[in-house]
């Protein structure tokens, strides 16, 4: 599951038709589009909306670890109108604060340092890319998440020869729906990730064999490394069904050690 | 490569940062105040970071040498180790840097001379004895030597020091720097290896076993004094026949003139440490096996530890003389 957020419906409404989201009813205080891989919000203008939004999104869940994608717009003194650029580095303009997204994968794209500002900034000083969101975004996000599954991407729309008074609302759908491309594949490339993050949480047998016995949280966590050691040593998972002759979790427990220490421990090919 | 390489504003300018960055051309810079910025954070995944790790430049204040732990020793009274990197272009499943930092991108401080100024201080401090310096033990002593050109900075403030020891411990073959100098008697080339079938399974991204022997054999043909270092000795089943043939395949390439010291130990590491692998390696076959916590290390049940030691230790004293044998035990 990836959670986008955006600032502006004009930001979002690329997104919403190319991944087909259907809109969520009576919501309170923000707009949630999804389907079954994505879920994304419209967040409102500025750093504070944009993590009120974030952690709105992950109330409505009880998984953590999600990806997490902030698109947007955003301005630069030279660089071309519709220009998508990944943010290697998050700068809060108003207390100087900084965040350094790590890149696991190969970027679809160039990347750039992104400063997000409390106004808009037309003098566009430094070589960045000024906007409004993602220091509110990336500090509320890695909350959630590892931080090389939060990214922030920005196209460009406005720069001095084109200022961004000058932007409007189909301009931003225009050069958003340009960049789907280049969207979908940091999207692919998140969710690779976050798939090889999960491979790190709870083994899939753990739920299987909590609905079958009780067990005490200290027994949960005894249960769950077992079950990883067994899968390590085995190569497959631990199948509840050869376990049915156990009254109760702590019998349970203690027929997995028995059986993992019987298992061969070898690093060749005849392990 | 590298893709990104974060660089800390107050060595930007620095006439190696700028040449790693002419290295790496294509990377995307980013500078930085301090290095801790980017390394330290949370939320970080070293598991992921592995993937694709950045190089971070930074200088280093103080803390240059330190003194090395008590198992860390190859015969000397006064050993030290120090840290111009942190973390290793390896990916070693059994290594403590795997559970030590949260980023598992590489922090190369530039300012070398304060190394120098450091190890020749210390020296000093020991009057005339002889003083050891381990340089690989937050990294690889050799395995970046290209980007970084450290141990070519580093090795004529050695030659200089007629009692100060510096073991260079690596499972690089980036062995050219030595090979174009004089062979230096109180530099120890230490090369780490492991059975064939643990270093293909644990030992990610490092060089076959026969390639880090063929270095050891130039180097030792150059007249470098050579050290062998069998640690971690991994346990399985067939861990007798595993380790009694790769000694055999070891030795039969040294010429015990040259070698300065072969050290032994077991799998161990500090509790925390374990703990924080474990989590970002769940699946780790390394992990699943026979192995018991106890005074904040975790290692084989003692028992076993005790049998895999004796074992290796009479293999080996079968192939070379006793006074040169280190066994490393934690509890030391």
């Given at each position: 599951m990836i959670h986008i957020v955006t600032a502006l419906p004009c930001e979002a409404k690329p997104l919403i038709r190319h991944y087909r989201l259907n809109g969520r009813q009576a919501e309170n205080g923000f707009r949630i589009y999804e389907n079954s891989d994505m879920r994304l919000i419209v967040s409102g203008i500025g750093k504070i909306a944009a993590a009120a939004a974030c952690a709105y999104l992950q109330g409505q869940t009880t998984d953590r670890q999600h990806a997490w994608l902030n698109v947007g717009v955003g301005g630069h003194r030279s660089l071309p109108?519709?220009?998508?650029?990944?943010?290697?580095?998050?700068?809060?303009?108003?207390?100087?604060?900084?965040?350094?997204?790590?890149?696991?994968?190969?970027?679809?794209?160039?990347?750039?340092?992104?400063?997000?500002?409390?106004?808009?900034?037309?003098?566009?000083?430094?070589?960045?890319?000024?906007?409004?969101?993602?220091?509110?975004?990336?500090?509320?996000?890695?909350?959630?998440?590892?931080?090389?599954?939060?990214?922030?991407?920005?196209?460009?729309?406005?720069?001095?020869?084109?200022?961004?008074?000058?932007?409007?609302?189909?301009?931003?759908?225009?050069?958003?729906?340009?960049?789907?491309d280049m969207i979908d594949a940091l999207i692919q490339a998140l969710n690779t990730q976050q798939a090889l993050l999960a491979q790190q949480t709870a083994p899939a047998a753990l739920n299987l064999f909590m609905e079958k016995w009780r067990f005490s949280v200290s027994q949960q966590h005894q249960l769950q490394r077992l079950l990883q050691r067994w899968q390590a040593r085995n190569g497959e998972t631990a199948d509840p069904q050869m376990f049915a002759a156990a009254h109760n979790g702590k019998a349970v427990i203690k027929q997995l050690q028995q059986q993992i220490e019987q298992h061969p421990l070898r690093f060749d090919d005849a392990s | 490569m590298i893709e990104t390489l974060y660089i800390e504003h107050a060595v930007y300018e620095h006439p190696r940062s700028q040449a790693i960055r002419k290295r790496f051309r294509h990377a995307s810079v980013v500078p930085c105040e301090r290095y801790g910025e980017v390394f330290n954070p949370k939320a970080q995944n070293f598991r992921l970071q592995k993937q694709q790790p950045a190089l971070i430049l930074a200088e280093k204040f103080n803390r240059f040498v330190l003194p090395a732990p008590l198992s860390y020793n190859i015969g000397g009274q006064h050993n030290y180790y120090f840290s111009h990197m942190l973390n290793c272009i390896y990916d070693c499943r059994y290594c403590f840097l795997q559970g030590m930092y949260r980023s598992a991108n590489y922090v190369l401080f530039v300012n070398y001379e304060d190394f120098d100024q450091s190890i020749e201080r210390t020296t000093a401090q020991h009057g005339g004895e002889q003083v050891y310096f381990f340089s690989g033990y937050d990294c690889d002593s050799l395995a970046l030597e290209p980007v970084s050109g450290f141990i070519e900075h580093t090795l004529p403030t050695f030659r200089q020091l007629d009692n100060a020891v510096i073991e260079l411990r690596t499972k690089s073959t980036q062995i050219r720097p030595l090979l174009e100098v004089d062979a230096m008697p109180n530099c120890v080339v230490a090369f780490s290896l492991s059975p064939?079938?643990?270093?293909?399974?644990?030992?990610?991204?490092?060089?076959?076993?026969?390639?880090?022997?063929?270095?050891?054999?130039?180097?030792?043909?150059?007249?470098?004094?050579?050290?062998?270092?069998?640690?971690?000795?991994?346990?399985?089943?067939?861990?007798?026949?595993?380790?009694?043939?790769?000694?055999?395949?070891?030795?039969?390439?040294?010429?015990?003139?040259?070698?300065?010291?072969?050290?032994?130990?077991?799998?161990?590491?500090?509790?925390?440490?374990?703990?924080n692998i474990v989590k970002r390696y769940p699946d780790e076959k390394l992990f699943a096996g026979p192995l018991a916590e106890s005074q904040a290390m975790v290692s084989y049940e003692t028992p076993l530890e005790a049998e895999m030691l004796a074992y290796c230790r009479e293999t080996l004293l079968q192939l070379m003389p006793e006074e040169k044998l280190f066994i490393c035990h934690e509890n030391d």
């Open positions: 109108i519709g220009e998508l650029l990944l943010a290697n580095k998050i700068t809060d303009a108003g207390n100087h604060v900084s965040w350094y997204p790590p890149l696991v994968f190969k970027a679809p794209c160039p990347r750039l340092a992104l400063r997000s500002v409390d106004s808009p900034d037309t003098e566009y000083r430094d070589d960045c890319v000024y906007e409004m969101e993602a220091a509110g975004f990336y500090a509320t996000a890695c909350r959630f998440s590892s931080m090389e599954i939060v990214q922030v991407c920005k196209i460009i729309s406005d720069n001095r020869a084109h200022p961004a008074d000058k932007v409007t609302p189909p301009r931003v759908d225009a050069i958003i729906t340009a960049r789907l | 064939d079938v643990l270093s293909h399974a644990l030992e990610h991204k490092t060089p076959p076993l026969s390639k880090r022997l063929d270095a050891l054999v130039k180097l030792q043909t150059a007249g470098w004094p050579i050290g062998l270092r069998f640690d971690p000795v991994i346990y399985c089943d067939n861990y007798r026949e595993l380790y009694s043939r790769f000694f055999q395949q070891v030795f039969q390439h040294i010429r015990l003139e040259r070698l300065h010291s072969v050290s032994l130990g077991v799998f161990r590491m500090p509790q925390g440490f374990y703990r």
